[in-house]
């Protein structure tokens, strides 16, 4: 539960994704309607296993919520 009007810290893990795949985060309201996009910042802190986080700051809407990640990349 989140109990604030203020952004939060959102982080968003992938695992074998090209660090050049472009993330968006969708929060649907509690009657699943887009209440934003936000797109995410390139990957960073990724390991050995192909893992990669980036962080998206959210305010998230009164009442409840949830998330959608959708990852896109171009393969070459």
């Given amino acids: 539960m989140i109990n604030t ?4 810290p959102v ?3 992938t695992l074998k994704i ?4 472009t993330i968006t985060l969708t929060i649907l309201d509690e ?8 797109q995410a910042p390139p990957l960073t ?13 959210v305010t998230f809407p009164f009442g409840a919520s ?3 990640t959708k990852v896109t990349w171009t393969v070459q």
């Fill in 5 to 8: 009007a203020s952004a939060v």
């Fill in 11 to 13: 982080v968003i893990q």
């Fill in 18 to 21: 090209p660090t050049t795949a």
């Fill in 31 to 38: 009657n699943s309607i887009a209440d934003k996009v936000i």
């Fill in 45 to 57: 802190n990724c390991t050995t296993a192909n893992a990669c986080t980036t962080t998206v700051k």
């Fill in 66 to 68: 949830f998330g959608l």
